[in-house]
């Protein structure tokens, strides 16, 4: 274990429960101060991209992994940007329930603030996250640790563009970030210039790639402070080609997608450059500020032709290179090259460098890496010849990072030098060396730079362990131990005894747990995790009750690690500790120890509130076992107080549908003390084959809102819900008084004619209440089938509150896609209900309707009330956001290598998209043309890929892509310039399917083009 570790073990140590109570989120997030709230507000954005319609963010913060404070910070910070510039309104919550399709689908972006670990289990909240974002065309944004996600859920993680592995560059350092594309949009809050921040900054790996996502930042590794200092740990270090992002973009589907690896330090939130990345990236999510993302190769310097393509130049020639030239940029990206290729061959070339400033860090970063002698007889040389301080402790580094035993004796002369900087190296290099020489050095060294030499001894010690030498690595623990300056030295070397000598493991744990400083008892209650021998989970369970609170803490999660459920009955006594801390830790510890026997416990202490509540509820939602369903379903009919609710909690957070019988006939019963959880259990678990029964439950309950609530939930996940729909009608007949009235809105839900007769014969009930229950139902209306009803209601003078809500409705139902409503159509419908409104809120409302009819003839309808003294300004703000919506180009997509289909429509004959394989059917290229046209023709040129039309096609033209109805034409490829007849249809969208295969050709477009009569 080296010294980095040690000391990371060490923090664990001394925070103890502290920092166990920091992995996961806080039930609440602490409020912000006035002046955090003040420095934010300085630093915002002054204004944002025009939106192309309201914009709703979801920024979503559950940490099932670590917590980052600075999630709350970015929280407010993304709630004030959106309010000032008006980019968008912000959404904030960490429940996974929001993942439901019917909830999701409300938000044009989710932002993953910092989120941790999450999994992801619910497989309907995976799909409609892919959907949202790959099919809906919406967009995903990921905060710093937002990637520190999706380890289970492999297709989110290639949608977000990569993995979280580890963070070599600790909060605590500063380092040099480089702008990897200047010119690029959203890099502009930069100046075009790289930046120095004080940060965690991470390392991603696959599906990370330049293949798939355009990096924008990254952090400069031809920069020394990147690869060295305290605060950095080389160890973390995996990828070998410093390929480290900071930040991305990305298209994946329809979709698109934004990370931003700066976020762990609360202090950039009020960094105005930061929060300007925050918004353009966001506002790029979102689809409103447009910007490549092509993918663009690792970028290697090029100095003019002399020094093009020096990735793919042949190792020789890099050396030769590398000393002929004086540019010493391309000598630093030579070396980064060599780093991947170079062999002994090499070293000359790098040697000659060791003595250069500027060159040595990287040169030796080469060297260290190089298995051949000749590397470390370079390093020794250099170390005899090299004057520069810096440089020659550099050197005693990297023979160090070797763990070349033959340096040793010329290492060790320099632990006693007068300057503090190559003292301290030489101490740090015998320690990686790790040899009993080594050992017997460092034993002879003064102690001048005590807190150096002790880690360089407990360095040393983990090296001979791992070389089998545990005597002699006993020998230097012990001593630490015994004589070490600081506790956290002595915790070293405890922590080393325990490693070094596992006979007597569990006595040291013992001597550990009784020392009065609780950093070290602590530290011995960590230690536990590791020991696998037989009897150590009992053994040490049997200590639970006698050691300190903040001890009980750690040894519950190491008994956790060790998984021994037959210790569960001892974390189980600790469910009702005085103190909240361990009773919650128990709780979590049950997780891994727990069995169907300590159900009861959790689920009793799942009822009431606060973090013992939260820890035990998550336990038993997840612990597993065939029996565990069974025994909460048991426990849910046993009529306990207050078990009920609480066994209902814990069912709804499992899904287990089949409780949903049991939980029916509770809420017959009508106790009221289990109603509540009874309801929102239902809400989550009921399903199409309950809906009969929830109907009977509604007339019971007299239409009580809670039940049409369930129903309505349930009806929303049904996928035909023609099939379901009769169970309203017939409940409809003969119904009465609060039943009647709940129904009505159900039967709206299903949007069928059947039920629409149901609904608009109602607008003549003697009941008032169920007339206004009707007219409500009607502006709801799942599709534009309610508008010759509510056009009636408006109509109608005797009721203005009526008139109102129909006319909401009225205007509502106009702007969803029509098959069979034309632009000119919807236009003039919007018009007279625009003349029929009485209040301004009403016209606002139509103005908005009208501003999402996309087609010109919208434009001049919104500039005849422009001028209006009520109206003039909304009008105006609809006619600008729909003028430019109208004048962009279409949106293009494809089933397959969606990366290149801007080229299909570029004006460019010379550039293509292509399929990126043969052709085969299903194969799919799409256009939203903005606004509805009726087509006389669609052009598809395949320019230079004479062969690459499309062997067998349908053409689909729709105004909705969830509804194409049946293609316009079929037909056959025959030459490179394809022009389709489309017959006059109308619509906003074009899909062209491949219906055919080859065995030899792809499918390219070099230019799509249509023709229109407007």
Not at 43 to 71: M, V
Not at 629 to 649: C, Q, R
Not at 744 to 758: I, K, Y
Request: net charge neutral.
């Amino acid at each position: 274990m080296t010294m980095k570790k040690y000391l990371i073990t060490i923090c664990v140590a001394v925070l103890g429960a502290a920092f166990l109570v920091a992995q996961g989120s806080p039930k609440e997030l602490k409020p912000l101060t006035q002046a955090e709230i003040d420095r934010i507000t300085a630093a915002l954005p002054e204004k944002a991209e025009t939106p192309a319609k309201e914009r709703k963010i979801l920024s979503f913060w559950l940490c099932q992994g670590f917590y980052h404070d600075s999630l709350r910070y970015i929280n407010v910070a993304l709630d004030l940007m959106g309010k000032k510039t008006g980019a968008f309104t912000v959404t904030n919550t960490d429940k996974m329930e929001v993942f439901d399709y019917a909830t999701l689908s409300q938000f044009d972006a989710v932002v993953f603030n910092n989120s941790t670990m999450l999994k992801f289990e619910n497989t309907n909240y995976r799909a409609a996250l892919l959907k949202f974002v790959k099919e809906d065309g919406k967009g995903a944004v990921a905060i710093h640790a937002g990637l520190d996600n999706f380890y289970t859920f492999p297709e989110a993680a290639e949608m977000m563009g990569g993995i979280f592995d580890a963070h070599p560059w600790t909060a605590g350092g500063t380092w040099v970030i480089k702008n990897d594309l200047p010119e690029h949009p959203l890099n502009r809050a930069f100046g075009g210039k790289g930046f120095s921040v004080k940060e965690e900054l991470y390392q991603f790996k696959t599906p990370y790639s330049r293949d798939i996502v355009k990096v924008l930042l990254t952090i400069d590794m031809k920069y020394e402070q990147n690869r060295s200092g305290s605060a950095f740990n080389p160890e973390s270090v995996h990828r070998m080609d410093e390929d480290f992002a900071v930040s991305w973009l990305r298209e994946s589907g329809k979709g698109r997608v934004f990370y931003c690896g700066i976020g762990h330090n609360p202090e950039h939130t009020w960094n105005k450059a930061v929060l300007q990345h925050y918004l353009d990236g966001i506002q790029y999510a979102l689809g409103d500020f447009p910007a490549d993302a092509a993918p663009v190769k690792n970028p290697v310097r090029e100095a003019g032709t002399a020094y093009a393509d020096l990735d793919k130049m042949t190792e020789d020639v890099l050396a030769a290179k590398l000393t002929s030239t004086s540019d010493i940029e391309v000598k630093l990206d030579i070396c980064r090259i060599l780093k991947m290729k170079a062999t002994c061959a090499s070293v000359p070339a790098l040697a000659s460098l060791l003595s250069d400033a500027r060159m040595s860090h990287v040169v030796r970063y080469v060297l260290e890496a190089l298995s051949c002698d000749e590397a470390a007889q370079a390093l020794r040389s250099a170390l005899g010849s090299v004057s520069d301080i810096k440089l020659k402790a550099g050197i005693i580094s990297s023979l160090g990072e070797r763990r070349d035993a033959s340096a040793v004796p010329v290492i060790a002369q320099y632990t006693a030098n007068a300057d503090a900087e190559l003292a301290k190296a030489a101490l740090i290099a015998l320690g990686r060396i790790g040899t009993v020489e080594a050992a017997a050095k460092l034993a002879a060294a003064p102690r001048t730079y005590i807190r150096d030499y002790e880690d360089a001894c407990l360095i040393c010690a983990d090296t001979l362990v791992a070389s089998s030498n545990n005597a002699a690595a006993l020998k230097i623990y012990t001593d630490i131990q015994k004589t070490g300056s600081s506790v956290l030295a002595k915790i070293g070397g405890y922590r080393g005894m325990v490693t070094a000598d596992p006979a007597n493991a569990k006595a040291i744990i013992k001597n550990m747990l009784d020392n009065a400083d609780i950093s070290i008892a602590t530290t011995g209650a960590l230690c536990v995790a590791d020991l696998k021998e037989p009897g150590v989970s009992a053994y040490f369970a049997g200590m639970l009750k006698t050691i300190k609170p903040q001890i009980q803490v750690v040894m519950l999660a190491s008994l956790a690690s060790l998984g021994d459920r037959k210790t569960g009955d001892k974390a189980a006594e600790l469910l009702d500790a005085g103190d909240e801390d361990v009773a919650s830790a128990a709780a979590k510890a049950l997780l891994d120890l727990g069995t169907v026997s300590h159900v009861k416990v959790l689920v009793v202490k799942a009822g009431g509130s606060g973090k013992v509540s939260d820890a035990a509820l998550d336990t038993v939602s997840r612990l597993s076992g065939k029996d565990i369903d069974t025994e909460l379903v048991k426990l849910l009919k046993s009529g306990e107080k207050p078990v009920v609710p609480a066994a209902a909690k814990c069912l709804a957070r499992r899904q287990t549908k089949s409780a949903v019988p049991a939980l029916i006939d509770i809420a017959k019963a009508k106790e009221s003390s289990t109603l509540k959880e009874t309801f929102k259990a239902l809400l989550v678990l009921a399903d199409e084959s309950n809906l009969s029964d929830l109907v009977a439950l509604l007339k019971e309950y007299d239409g009580d809102e809670r039940v049409k609530d369930v129903i309505a939930g349930v009806y929303t996940r049904v996928a035909n819900r023609s099939k379901f729909a009769g169970i309203f009608t017939a409940a409809y007949a003969g119904a009465q008084g609060g039943f009647k009235t709940s129904l009505l809105p159900l039967l709206a839900m299903s949007g069928g004619a059947d039920e629409l007769a149901l609904v608009a014969g109602a607008l003549k009930d003697a009941d008032s209440e169920t007339q206004t229950a009707a007219v409500k139902a009607l502006a709801e209306w799942p599709n534009d089938g309610a508008l010759e009803p509510l056009w009636t209601v408006v109509q109608t003078p005797a009721a203005p509150a009526h008139k109102i809500l129909a006319l909401r409705g009225y205007a509502r139902a106009l702007t969803a896609p029509s098959l069979t409503r034309s632009a000119a159509e919807t236009l003039a419908m919007l018009r007279n209900a625009l003349t029929a409104a009485d209040r301004d809120d009403e016209k606002r409302m139509i103005i908005g309707a009208i501003a999402v009819v996309y087609h010109p003839d919208a434009l001049a309808v919104l500039k005849e009330y422009s001028s209006d003294k009520v109206l003039g300004k909304d009008a105006e703000q609809a006619y600008q956001k729909l003028k430019k919506q109208l004048e962009s180009p279409p949106a293009l997509y494809a089933s397959h290598n969606d990366r290149n289909i801007k080229k299909a429509m570029d004006n460019d004959i010379a550039t293509r998209w292509d399929s990126g394989k043969k052709q085969e059917p299903g194969m799919w290229f799409m256009a939203d043309c903005r606004y509805e046209r009726t087509f006389d023709n669609i052009k598809l040129d395949t320019g230079a890929s004479a062969n690459d039309f499309p062997n067998a096609y349908e053409v689909y033209i729709s105004n909705s892509t969830n509804d194409w109805k049946s293609p316009v034409v079929k037909g056959e490829g025959k030459k490179g310039q394809l022009v389709i007849p489309c017959n006059k249809a109308r619509g906003q969208y074009v899909k062209v399917v491949q219906t055919g295969s080859t065995t030899s050709w792809f499918w390219s477009i070099h230019e799509f083009s249509f023709n229109v009569k407007e």
